[in-house]
C-alpha cells in the first residue's frame, strides 16, 4: 500500500508519494494551504498500522476529475488513494 515497514515503524514509501510531493502548487492564494496538506498527508505520524480488532471507516469524494479514499481506524488515517480521471 506504499508504506516501508521497519523494526522503527512505518513511513510512507518515496516513490509512491512522489506525485504528490512534486506537484506544483497553485497560482492562487491556496497555494500555501496545498503545501501544508502536502507535508501532513507525507509525513510518518499520519499513518498508522492497521489493527485487526478496530472498526474500519472508509472515507470516499470524487469529483468530475477525479476520485479519492482514505481507510481510517480511530480518526487516524491507515491507507490512502486516489485516482485522476482525466
Not at 49 to 76: A, E, P, R
Request: glycine share 8%.
Amino acid at each position: 500500500m506504499g508504506t516501508l515497514i521497519s523494526e522503527n515503524g512505518m513511513k510512507p514509501d518515496p516513490e509512491k508519494i512522489k506525485s504528490i510531493t512534486e506537484k506544483p502548487p497553485p497560482e492562487d492564494k491556496k497555494g500555501p494551504a496545498m503545501e501544508t496538506m502536502k507535508t501532513i498527508l507525507t509525513s510518518q505520524p499520519v499513518l498508522k498500522f492497521y489493527d485487526l480488532n478496530k472498526d474500519v471507516t472508509v472515507q470516499t469524494d470524487s469529483s468530475q476529475h477525479g476520485i479519492g479514499c482514505c481507510l481510517m481506524q480511530d480518526g487516524h488515517v491507515i491507507a490512502y488513494g486516489s485516482r485522476s480521471l482525466t
